[in-house]
């Protein structure tokens, strides 16, 4: 094979769809909507030059990862989300080399019933949308 300069050889998955419903105790809830993109870059290009895709991080582990996540650290921030799932990646493999994260978080507000908040009734907002990039390499300060 002729030599090849690979330039970029990061991939993912993108439109990770999230819905995060948070109990505050008793009735009340809080709502976040998300939506992620998750890019990996890796150590190796045995994928590329010879078709072995043993290190691949396949995209449905990736999505189903911003779910566990979810699940289990909770989603306060877009940011804190971010640089969970760029920790999460980096730490649990080690032929990842670097992981960028975006995050696209949708306003909700608690529906008015009666002039009072309703407990668990919400609706969308589409006054502002809130976002962010993380970005971080093995062994590197993140970049959000």
């Not at 709502?31 to 993109?37: A, G, K, W, Y």
């Amino acid at each position: 094979m002729a030599d090849v300069e690979f330039v970029n050889t990061e991939y993912g998955k993108n439109w990770v769809r999230l819905l995060h419903i948070r109990r505050l105790g008793g009735k009340q809830q809080d709502v976040r909507e998300l939506e992620v993109n998750t890019s990996l870059t890796l150590t190796s290009q045995k994928d590329y030059l010879h078709g072995d895709n043993s290190d691949i991080i396949a995209t449905d582990t990736q999505k189903n990862t911003v779910y566990a996540l979810a699940k289990t650290k909770g989603v306060t921030t877009p940011e804190q989300f971010g640089l969970d799932l760029c920790h999460h990646f980096l730490s649990s493999f080690s032929h990842v080399t670097r992981v960028k994260v975006a995050v696209t978080m949708a306003p909700w507000r608690r529906m008015k019933v009666g002039g009072q908040d309703h407990a668990h009734a919400f609706i969308m907002t589409p006054d502002a949308v809130r976002f962010c990039n993380v970005e971080q390499a093995r062994k590197s300060e993140s970049r959000t």
